[in-house]
């Protein structure tokens, strides 16, 4: 590593700890939007690109990999009102990342989701339903293709 590539280590290491208070493996810069409303388990990996938006409250277990470009999105417009108002009011929703889940790059967590433990979101997938421990779901919507235990 370069100068350059050690320092960039250094500072992305250091942006997790201070927003998550821990140390996690950093491997490329991220964005969290609310750090106060995302509490992250040990021994976690975050990518490159990953966005989490935090408006109401994200759990993430142990042993997570969020890989790039991935999005947890716990709020959203409110669709019941959104024709209705000038600015509809927005919808908020729990997500819960059990230990050990790999959510691939470009995947999409929704407002209101729990990925059971050890399960595995596809990538490009759009999560908008439970996901159950030991699954691997993928596609838009998410579906089930298969299981981790198998």
Known sequence: MNTFQLFRHWYLQLKGRFIF???????????????SNVKIGLNCG??????????????????????ARCMLL????????FCALEFPPHEYGKITIDDGAWIGAGAIILAGVTVGEKSVVGAGSVVTKDVPPYSVVAGNPARLIGRTDA
């Open 46 to 67: 975050i990518n490159h690109g990953v966005f989490i938006l935090g408006a109401y409250k994200i759990d993430i277990g142990d042993n997570v990999v969020l890989s």
């Open 74 to 81: 716990d709020s959203g417009l409110d669709l019941k009102n």
């Open 21 to 35: 208070k821990r140390n996690i493996g950093i491997l490329g810069d991220f964005t969290v939007v609310n750090p």
